[in-house]
């Protein structure tokens, strides 16, 4: 928060009022009652974080189970697919993938392997939830060198 004199402090004030009108608008008129005097958006935020948060490992291992569960069924590829896209970049949020620690340039390749064996467990699991009319396809994907990413192998899909 910059101080009263600060050149951005009217505009952080705006964006701070509007912040915690939105806040304020979205939560249940009881769960307001315990942020209406705060003056401070990120405040309030933490505030309700810490007080309503059912916690990262619930959350991982629902979307988890979800994502072993989910298949094809009656539904088009392409609402399987956003659906099970839409779970993984939430689950993404909190398991971000490993950060190279190498100084000036990267020679551990941690971050470019995280994200490729990331990408290839994703369409295993794609693959997998797909109806038995795929089976061709699917074996086609499997074989490709090299391996294509997720949006092509979506794309062949639904040739």
């Known amino acids: 928060?910059?101080?009263?004199?600060?050149?951005?402090?009217?505009?952080?004030?705006r964006c701070n009022n509007l912040v915690l009108t939105w806040?304020?608008?979205?939560?249940?008129p009881t769960i307001a009652q315990c942020i209406v005097y705060l003056e401070v958006a990120v405040v309030a935020w933490k505030l309700l974080r810490d007080r309503f948060s059912q916690g990262d490992r619930v959350r991982?291992?629902?979307l988890q189970q979800e994502l072993s569960t989910m298949k094809q069924g009656g539904n088009y590829v392409t609402h399987y697919f956003t659906?099970?896209?839409t779970l993984?970049?939430?689950?993404?949020n909190f398991r971000p993938l490993l950060e190279c620690n190498c100084t000036v340039k990267c020679v551990c390749m941690?971050?470019?392997?995280?994200?490729?064996?990331?990408s290839k467990d994703y369409i295993m699991k794609f693959l997998s939830g797909l109806n038995d009319d795929f089976e061709s396809v699917k074996t086609q994907i499997l074989m490709m060198e090299p391996f294509p990413d997720?949006?092509?192998?979506f794309?062949?899909?639904?040739?």
């Open 150 to 153: 997720i949006n092509k192998v």
């Open 60 to 62: 991982i291992f629902d």
């Open 83 to 85: 659906e099970m896209t």
């Open 88 to 92: 993984w970049e939430e689950l993404e």
């Open 1 to 13: 928060m910059p101080n009263s004199f600060d050149p951005t402090f009217d505009a952080w004030e």
């Open 110 to 118: 941690t971050s470019r392997l995280g994200k490729d064996y990331r």
């Open 23 to 28: 806040i304020f608008n979205f939560v249940e």
């Open 155 to 159: 794309s062949l899909l639904v040739q």
